[in-house]
């Protein structure tokens, strides 16, 4: 299974950016999907996830601002970034848990995207 992530860049404090992250392989279904950020020295965080059934969840610090959604039939999950603060520059992965018929149940992470907020 690999997760394809895009979207990332760089954009001026109070832009936007929306990132998004196709999951394809051997897959029956994909579980939660979800963004985590990494900056150096940094451990990794949780950004948003989101359940099969669209459930979201957010880390405080981009409540309001970030949107996570799925389209189920595309296996992709997308981060829409909006009011970004210069403390969202980090290395942005993408995550999800799949039920495969080669790998019953597997966690995967997609290579990073770098997201840059200039002040």
């Known amino acids: 299974v690999l997760l394809q992530a895009s979207g990332g860049g760089l954009v001026q404090s109070g832009g936007s950016l929306r990132l998004s992250c196709e999951a394809s392989?051997?897959?029956?279904?994909?579980?939660?999907m979800g963004w985590h950020r990494q900056t150096p020295g940094q451990q990794r965080e949780l950004v948003a996830s989101?359940?099969?059934?669209?459930?979201?969840n957010y880390a405080n610090s981009v409540k309001g601002r970030f949107t996570i959604f799925r389209d189920n039939s595309k296996n992709t999950v997308y981060l829409q970034m909006n009011s970004l603060k210069p403390e969202d520059t980090a290395v942005y992965y993408c995550?999800?848990?799949?039920?495969?018929?080669?790998?019953?149940?597997?966690?995967?992470w997609g290579k990073g995207t770098q997201v840059t907020v200039s002040s």
């Open positions: 995550n999800a848990g799949v039920f495969g018929p080669v790998v019953q149940y597997g966690d995967y």
């Open positions: 989101i359940t099969n059934g669209g459930v979201p």
């Open positions: 392989g051997p897959i029956f279904t994909v579980n939660t």
